[in-house]
């Protein structure tokens, strides 16, 4: 540290700062930074946050990849059974990142009660269903075992459960129409027995899906044991979802189709794109914000310190280290923001993630509060991104100091 710098730091933070007209510019230069993190942080968060949450749900549902026979992929309930005996089932060799595979089947139906009735789809699953992408959603009751003997357990949704007055232990007896049924044709009916409750948030899925064994599907449609309605995919990193499928398509015979999850629901997948945009849009304009009351704060602090200026440059200090000064004092203000600003947002994020303080609309944003997502290298980026963008932003306003002299500045005092 030399002389100059010495002399510079005691001036710009020495206890005469405490008295300056700089010092109400430059506490809201801080407070500027310090709300712009918080407001950063919580919109990363929560964008990312539903952004996950979003694609978690409509994968419990349906997989990240769904196989398909060519004849069922546009139809809600399966018509055309596909055997388990694949090369591709249960693992796939030839492609790296399947984390899960498994053999369901739908087919629709209506609950009636004394009073009233619904229509719902109930998906049929097997020993092979991976329940650990759905307990979450457990409300109340337990999972449906289905290790043993053929049985009527069905996991229903609160939804479905509220309109019609259902709850555990009740009975929901369902109706289906046979396989090319006339007016004449009596319907099957299947007493099922509620043993639990879900409630996902998505209420696209909860209005209608209902969870039963698929051996009551497969013996309805007169399939073969061994034969289901297509297969769902889990993968583990979702960012590659659209090469895995195209993988996965060239693995099964030609007489399958795969299809992502964002082509199956690409409304929804195109709206969370959107995010992405809208998280950069706001980014970018909060960091401005910030930036020009950080160069507001400086230029204010220049002209304040212009004899202390002109007294550095009779000493024989160059420009550009002067320049240096005032750009580490416009650092020490800037770290200071980012430290409040990281502590009252990163402790905002994590009251809304224990305690979901603030809810939302599942009819519009398919959760019901608002998720967060936190992650150390996003926040670690988005604090050195901030910083470095600021320190950029104030090396024009700097230049000012060349253009000081010292005679005059001097005199100035």
Sequence with gaps: MNFEYFIAKRLI??????????????????????????????????????????????????GHILITSFDNNSSVESFIPITKNQDFYPELPDVDGIVHMQGVATKMGLIKTESDFDGVVVKGVGTDYQWDYFKEYLVDGRIPDFEGKLNSEILLSTHIANRLGLTIGDKAITYF????????????????????LYNSGFQEFDEKYLFADIRHVIKMNKWKADEVGNFEVFIDDFDKI??????????????????????????IFEWLKLFDLNIVGIIGIIILVAGINMITALLVLILEKTPMIGILKALGSSDWSIRKMFLYNASYLILIGLFWGNLIGIGLLFI?????VVGLNPETYYVTTAPVYIDIGYILLLNLGTMLLCLFMLLLPSYIISKISPTKSIRFQ
């Design 13 to 62: 933070k020495g206890k005469e700062h405490k008295s300056s007209i700089s010092t109400p510019i430059i506490k809201i230069a801080i407070s500027a930074i310090a709300i712009g993190m918080i407001m950063m942080l919580i919109t990363i968060a929560t964008g990312v946050g539903l952004q996950r949450k979003i694609r978690e749900k409509v994968a419990a549902f349906n």
């Design 177 to 196: 129409l046979k396989k090319n049924a006339t007016s004449n044709s009596e319907p099957y009916i299947r007493a099922f027995e509620i043993v639990g």
């Design 242 to 267: 659209d090469q895995k499928g195209q993988e996965i398509y060239e693995s099964i015979p030609s007489t399958l189709d795969s299809q992502t999850i964002t082509l199956k629901y690409a409304t």
């Design 352 to 356: 809304q993630y224990h305690y979901g």
